[in-house]
């Protein structure tokens, strides 16, 4: 197999400057002998990822970026100015129309996961239920390379009491009440 690398993480991405770990990690990749790069489009870690990939292109035009969508709709053009997201990089659909829309990203990251041999995620494993997580294991199971990119000090509660965590959240989201 050719090597290979997948990211998968949270849809949302709310603390920690995960960029440069990001470019770090795929310059490594790089260096090891990865050329291929895969990722979807529904979340943060994902926009990151392509973002990084992209980037790591102007230095390494031989790289492969690929972008699995789960449906059509990612791309479609509503009018002939509207801008095509993913016109610079492959892009891949597999054959999960039979599958409920809720398990459709669930197969898609298992069928990225089964081509490759390193998983790059952005996980907390302490979150749950947690998709990106079950991938995460599923990556782990089979025998994969996983360069986990959560660092718990990324939560701005990191070493807080129980007592100090929930007056943070209680303040934070009290000024979004009042805002």
């Not at 050719?2 to 990001?22: N, P, Q, S, W």
């Not at 791309?75 to 891949?92: A, S």
């Not at 996983?146 to 303040?171: C, H, S, V």
Request: net charge neutral.
């Amino acid at each position: 197999m050719e090597h290979k690398t997948a990211f998968i993480g949270h849809r949302k991405v709310y603390f920690g400057k995960i960029e440069e770990r990001l470019k770090t990690v795929i310059e490594q990749q790089i260096a090891d002998g990865c050329k291929s790069f895969t990722m979807g489009t529904h979340g943060e870690f994902d926009k990151m990822a392509l973002s990084a990939c992209r980037s790591a292109c102007c230095n390494h035009p031989e790289i492969n970026i690929e972008v699995v969508l789960t449906s059509y709709h990612t791309v479609e053009k509503k009018n002939e100015f509207d801008y095509v997201p993913y016109q610079d990089v492959e892009t891949t659909m597999y054959d999960i129309e039979d599958e409920h829309f809720k398990n459709q990203i669930i197969v898609s990251n298992r069928k990225m996961i089964d081509q490759c041999d390193t998983l790059i995620c952005y996980v907390n494993k302490k979150q749950s239920p947690s998709g990106a997580k079950m991938a995460m294991n599923y990556a782990k199971r089979k025998g994969l390379k996983i360069i986990n990119l959560f660092r718990e000090e990324d939560d701005p509660t990191f070493g807080m009491t129980k007592e100090e965590r929930i007056k943070y959240w209680d303040e934070l989201f009290a000024k979004y009440r009042n805002s």
